[in-house]
């Protein structure tokens, strides 16, 4: 697995190549953006969807997003936070790691998720933190076979979504 940074053009605009390749892999995760509620049709997820939630994403100044390929294929993305709005919270978040449905349960996720682990650690952090949708018991179970323990419950910020926020020391 290769994981860079994404790089949108001088305009600001992503390639059109790579947001297809985005767009297939938002649309993949289907019950997941079932439960999210980030897409307003699951079924029906557009390249212009994907680009402006991208890009309000990337207009945060310490957010990446890290596109993880595979055979020159994208298989799956991460988006981070340096810090967390709140100034008494130290560490970094996780706010999103998706894997291309086609390659769940082979080992891509975990891989994804040492490596933004990793940068963190090499960045000294202390630790990283995430919130999962309360009614994503999968994503729960993925988080917590990683490591991950909870915090804390609550509302995310931008849905009022009920969430699980889990941490895990680095």
Known sequence: MI???LEAGEDGALPGPLLTELTELY???REFQQ???DFPDPD????????ASLAHELSHPDTEVLLARSAGHVIGVSVTRAHHPDPDDPDPWIGLLMVHARDHRVGFGRELAEIVEKRFRERGRQGVKLAVLDNNPKALAFWRALGYEEVDRRKDQRLGRDCVVMRKAL
């Not at 997820?45 to 994907?50: D, K």
């Open 3 to 5: 994981v860079e940074p």
């Open 27 to 29: 649309a993949s995760n």
């Open 35 to 37: 439960l999210s509620g």
């Open 44 to 51: 029906d997820i557009r390249p212009e969807q994907v680009a």
